[in-house]
């Protein structure tokens, strides 16, 4: 098999994330290519397309989810993830097993609080509650409480939130607006019933998923593909599948991917990007040093990694950033985890810049460079 370098890895994965140049294609073509983009913070995409997009502008997403185009809902690894519609009604059971660990193995809601508890029962009241209109999580506790004096009201809300299709409303995840995440469901969302017949994939089954999952995040491990996905036993799936193989030069792991797909160069140059956080790049490998060394990774945790957005140079993370604003002003605060070069200084700003300009257009910009 051919043996790929982390640096071949690296450009290969970036070339389909849409990162080694920007793609003139529609948000939704990019939101259904990237298999959905992890939302929990609810503007993230936004940034996330823009640094994907050639001409994106946040009304254009806003737009998918008011008309109800694009869902931000529980999926992947049991986090919300902006999905198109028909993605997230064909994708959605093939989920359900780690939503389901999720609820049953969680040590704060779930284990011996759900004990004999009639789950479909608390389901079906759930479901009366957002009948009546999209419901908060303070809603649905104070719904459910008194049906179940005897249980915790945050428990029975968080195995409706989960096990149940549910999805975060708008004004939530609109450009410019805010307000608390309130939940329906697809079926009253999008008058629809979650189904894999709604795909955009002919058979939107297990092996559906690993085809679109290397597509977008390839080559990768079977191990990697449980990362993203939150599902386990993945690897009788990639049996039954007709893939290419190659070998990690560094680890000798078996890495899969479609046998459609050429890998660009290993020297292929890589722009400097600006992820959001929580962006599924760095999420979506069970190792990750395709993106970030060792001796870094041991310095940094994965919550400090993924609460700020990440800069990628070279192909590599090379630094956190944060924006603030005012109504006036903004300001970007990069903060390098590794030392930059004045050529790689450069670059950055520069494309700091361009993301004021499409974050924080009409305000006066400013880009910092701080010290851990």
Known sequence: MTKLSLQALSRATLERQWLLERRDATALEAIEHLVGMQAQSPLAPYVGLWTRLQSFQPEELATLLEERQAVRGSMMRATIHLMSSRDFLAFRPLIQPRLEREVFQNMTYGRHRLEGLDIDAVLRAGIDRMTAGPATAVQLREHLGPLWPDREPAALAHAVRCLLPTIQTPPRGIWGKGGNPAMSTADLWLDSPVDPAASTDPVPS???????????????????????????????????????????????????????????????????????????????????????????????????????????????????????????????????????????????????????????????????????
Request: hydrophobic share 40%.
């Open 206 to 372: 297990l092996e559906r998923l690993v085809l679109r999952y290397l597509a977008a995040y390839g080559p990768a491990s079977v191990a990697d593909a449980q990362t993203w996905s939150g599902l386990t036993r993945l690897a009788e799936i990639f049996d039954r599948l007709d893939l290419r193989t190659y070998t990690d030069a560094t680890t000798g792991r078996t890495l899969y991917d479609l046998p459609t797909i050429t890998l660009p160069a290993e020297d292929t140059p890589a722009p400097t990007r600006f992820l959001p956080e929580f962006d599924n790049l760095l999420l979506s490998h069970a190792d990750r040093t395709r993106w970030i060394d060792t001796p870094t990774r041991q310095q940094l945790t994965l919550q400090e990694v993924l609460t700020r957005g990440s800069l990628l140079h070279n192909g590599q993370a090379t630094a956190l950033w944060k924006q603030t604003k005012s109504k006036k002003s903004a300001l970007l605060d990069i903060e390098p985890i590794i030392k930059l070069t004045r050529s790689a200084r450069t670059a950055i700003e520069s494309e700091a810049h361009n993301l004021l300009t499409f974050a924080a257009p009409n305000t006066t910009h400013e880009v910092r460079f701080t010290e851990s």
